[in-house]
């Protein structure tokens, strides 16, 4: 795309989340990383494009862990004047019998080439609200279901709303991309909207299917919000909530993900096997594939930088020219990532009572801890990994990521975790670091030797982390989901843990045996030899997994993908209803 005209759109995207940094704490996880890293590729490919989000001004949760590794919960405040700049209008969302009035803050993303993408943060915390109105842009995911319908109305309404204020009317706004099925009421007002501009229901659908993109996340059940009809009656302007297509009921329950995907003339996934996940899931509707990558600016520890600087010094622009990473010398991507390790083994020594060495192969787990990302897979018999490794060398692992309040497995699985920790005083090293978030994982996905993700097979839609790992040539170590099978070559990328023989899903004992056997045999035979006997053939896979998939898996050829697969044959609905 080429950037428009003022005063014209490319892309209004919408996102619950976005993660900027790490001072902002508007964002708990991958979802919010992807749409930072998205619209900061948006700024350096220059193109017209906005953000549109929440302000969250006390965050999504700061987390500590008590003396017995249950996982305390408060709100992580931060200074919104310290990184914003408040607008001088306020917007009014129809909210049930009254409005809700917020102020608009503005954050300006600049590209590496000076180009600037802003995202907009609705704040509801105004004295002329009530109480609880004032709450909605309080907390990331927070509340009860009512609690959640309404901030997803003041997303999706008020982000229509802003737009208009911004002089962006549905005239000139090329697309609308909803980064998962919050912001769904944008699609129902803006078909209210089209009523008024054509003769048929044909053409209005056409007309919002030519504009509306929809990208869906999750093929967990739980990740897809339903809300009861009497909410949504209580909160949606009438006029609105009679326009709601029967096909987006469930059980008398508005399905948000199934309003997005009626009025969206594209839907896409992010990754392959979500694909066809998702349209087993929703098999009226085609699904796009379009892979998902990380920001190779923010993501790349500065100390690889210098090396690719020396190197390859049109990576910054360019990191498809990543895959001449294959042909620097073995020192310098082994100098450059010891350096790193050893400043992250640093940084774990002060929160560690198990002293960590960087002479140590190193495992990395950090991300949302849900009970289908099985965190303690690799905890499974400890014992016995400690024997079968005994002969061929040392391990250390280090865990960190939150889990959400109201997530009482999740908590679990890091009580569980930490029991071990305290309770083990075998050869193999472990910590869990508290309250994750964007700095950490950049010390994480760099400094680390091999990087773990242990989800149920088909349950992970795409993930990044282990992309972010690749970009500093951290090899995966991975069950075959999400963005894995794309990624995955045995013994030159990293490894696979278990099979992917099965379309099925598979979420029983003997599977997770299986893999247990299969990931205590991979470390045993395959990893740890290879670390310490053979560094030259590890670093070898070093360099592949970034040759190979660093690479690939960033947002420059996301966003390439997303103009020829999506944005531009937009303007043809290849949704299966159009």
Not at 520 to 528: G, S
Request: hydrophobic content about 35%; glycine content about 6%; some cysteine.
């Amino acid at each position: 795309m080429k950037k428009t005209k003022d005063n014209f759109l490319d892309v209004a995207y919408f996102s619950m989340e976005v993660a900027i940094n790490s001072d902002m704490s508007t964002y708990s996880g991958g979802l919010g990383v992807l749409a930072g890293d998205t619209l900061k590729t948006f700024a350096d490919f220059k193109y017209s494009a906005i953000g549109i989000t929440l302000l969250h001004e006390q965050g999504y949760v700061e987390q500590s862990l008590d003396s017995k590794g249950q996982q305390v919960s408060k709100s992580e405040l931060w200074n919104k004047e310290e990184y914003l700049t408040k607008l001088s209008f306020t917007i009014e969302v129809p909210l049930g019998d009254h409005s809700v009035v917020c102020t608009v803050w503005k954050y300006e993303i600049v590209g590496q080439f000076g180009d600037v993408v802003p995202v907009y943060f609705l704040d509801s915390n105004l004295p002329q609200n009530t109480d609880y109105d004032r709450t909605f842009t309080s907390y990331l995911y927070g509340g009860d279901k009512f609690y959640r319908l309404c901030q997803e109305q003041l997303l999706g309404l008020g982000g229509l709303i802003l737009l208009e204020k911004l002089k962006y009317n549905s005239e000139k706004v090329r697309i609308y991309h909803l980064n998962e099925g919050h912001a769904s009421f944008v699609g129902l007002a803006l078909y209210e909207q089209a009523k008024k501009l054509f003769s048929t229901n044909n053409e209005v659908m056409k007309y919002i299917g030519s504009k509306l993109v929809f990208t869906t996340h999750t093929p967990v059940e739980a990740g897809h919000d339903r809300f009861s009809i009497d909410y949504v009656k209580k909160v949606l302007p009438a006029n609105l909530f009679v326009e709601i297509p029967k096909e987006c009921f469930l059980k008398e329950k508005l399905c948000m993900t199934r309003l997005s995907l009626y009025f969206s003339g594209i839907v896409t996934g992010v990754a392959k096997m979500h694909e066809k996940v998702t349209e087993k899931m929703f098999p009226e509707y085609d699904i796009i594939p379009v892979t998902n990558g990380a920001y190779h600016l923010e993501w790349i520890h500065p100390n690889l930088k210098k090396v690719y600087d020396e190197y390859i010094p049109e990576w910054s622009i360019d990191p498809s020219s990543l895959r001449k990473v294959i042909s620097i010398p073995d020192n310098k991507i082994w100098d450059a990532h010891f350096d790193v390790k050893k400043k992250l083994i640093e940084y774990v020594n002060e929160f560690s009572e198990n002293k960590f060495s960087a002479d140590v192969c190193t495992l990395g787990y950090a991300r949302r801890f849900t009970s289908y990302k099985r965190p303690a897979l690799i905890l499974a018999d400890l014992e016995r990994l400690e024997s079968m490794i005994a002969s061929v060398g040392s391990l250390q692992i280090i865990f960190a990521g939150k889990a959400h309040p109201c997530d009482e497995r999740g908590k679990k699985s890091i009580k569980s975790i930490f029991e071990k920790i305290q309770k083990h005083k075998g050869k193999i090293t472990m910590v869990f670091l508290e309250d994750y978030n964007m700095d950490m994982a950049k010390k994480l996905v760099a400094g680390v030797d091999i990087w773990l993700n242990t989800p149920l097979q088909r349950y992970e839609a795409s993930g990044t982390s282990g992309m972010k790992a690749a970009f500093n040539g951290v090899p995966h170590l991975s069950v075959l989901d999400g963005w894995w099978p794309e990624g995955w070559t045995e013994d030159v990328t990293g490894w696979s843990i278990g099979t992917n023989s099965s379309e099925a899903r598979i979420d029983n004992h003997d599977s997770w045996n299986l893999e247990v056997d299969d990931l205590y045999n991979k470390l045993a035979t395959k990893i740890l030899p290879l670390y310490y006997q053979d560094r030259s053939g590890f670093i070898r896979i070093m360099k592949h997994a970034c040759a190979l998939n660093g690479s690939h898996f960033n947002t420059y050829r996301m966003m390439n993908e997303y103009v020829a697969k999506v944005y531009f044959p937009l303007k043809n609905g290849l949704n299966k209803k159009w």
